[in-house]
């Protein structure tokens, strides 16, 4: 899935930040937006509820561009 949202696919991977992890610097995921956002594991937050709508918002965010973006292409 990587290779194909890098080859300008309509696909995202969306790594979601559950628990604290020592790094992503040296995963194929380095190069991918997380959520949250903050780069705060969901297990970080006070609010857990707070993080999840976070991250369902974004994940929308995502959706949009994509259904946007893909309208385009069957308009050429």
């Known amino acids: 899935m990587i290779k194909r949202q890098e080859a300008g696919d309509a696909v995202r991977v969306i790594p979601v930040l559950l628990h604290s992890i020592e790094t992503l610097a040296e995963t194929p995921f380095q190069k991918l937006v997380s959520l949250p956002r903050n780069g705060c594991p969901?297990?970080?937050?006070?609010?857990?509820?707070?993080a999840w709508a976070d991250v369902v918002v974004e994940i929308r965010w995502f959706c949009d561009r994509l259904r946007q973006s893909e309208g385009k292409r069957q308009k050429r």
């Open 42 to 50: 969901i297990d970080t937050w006070r609010d857990s509820d707070k």
